[in-house]
Nanobody, 125 residues
Framework: QVQLVESGGGLVQAGGSLRLSCATS????????MGWFRQAPGKEREFVAA????????KYTDSLKGRFTISRDNAKNTVYLQMNSLKPEDTAVYYC??????????????????WGQGTQVTVSS
């Protein structure tokens, strides 16, 4: 069974940093584009960042570009999200996702098939 397990969330002061990890199992990790999404209470799920199979390409939502960095370690079957200069509006449950397709390009939102359970990130003012 495919499993994605996020970790690294928690409570942090505004301006602080967190590094989220997503450990995967049950799939050939290097065959899958990966992404991070988030969902705040009362709001729809929002795209955060994506990384291609090899890590050659990345994509970020415009409002987060420059503060967040996605990376992957194919040897460890793990994708990361480094979050810097955190703001209260970054408070959300952050989800890791893996694509179904084995395309080399950045995936579209609808192509993500496997999802983690989420990890809570709370940024206090």
């Amino acid at each position: 069974q495919v499993q994605l397990v996020e970790s690294g969330g928690g409570l942090v002061q505004a301006g602080g940093s967190l590094r989220l990890s997503c450990a995967t199992s049950g799939l050939t990790f290097s065959n899958h584009g990966m992404g991070w999404f988030r969902q705040a209470p009362g709001k729809e799920r929002e795209f955060v960042a994506a990384i291609s199979r090899s890590g050659s390409f990345t994509k970020y939502t415009d409002s987060l570009k420059g503060r967040f960095t996605i990376s992957r370690d194919n040897a460890k079957n793990t994708v990361y999200l480094q979050m810097n200069s955190l703001k209260p509006e970054d408070t959300a449950v952050y989800y890791c996702a893996a694509g179904q397709t084995t395309a080399w390009r950045i995936l579209y939102d609808y192509e993500y098939y496997y999802w983690g359970q989420g990890t809570q990130v709370t940024v206090s003012s």
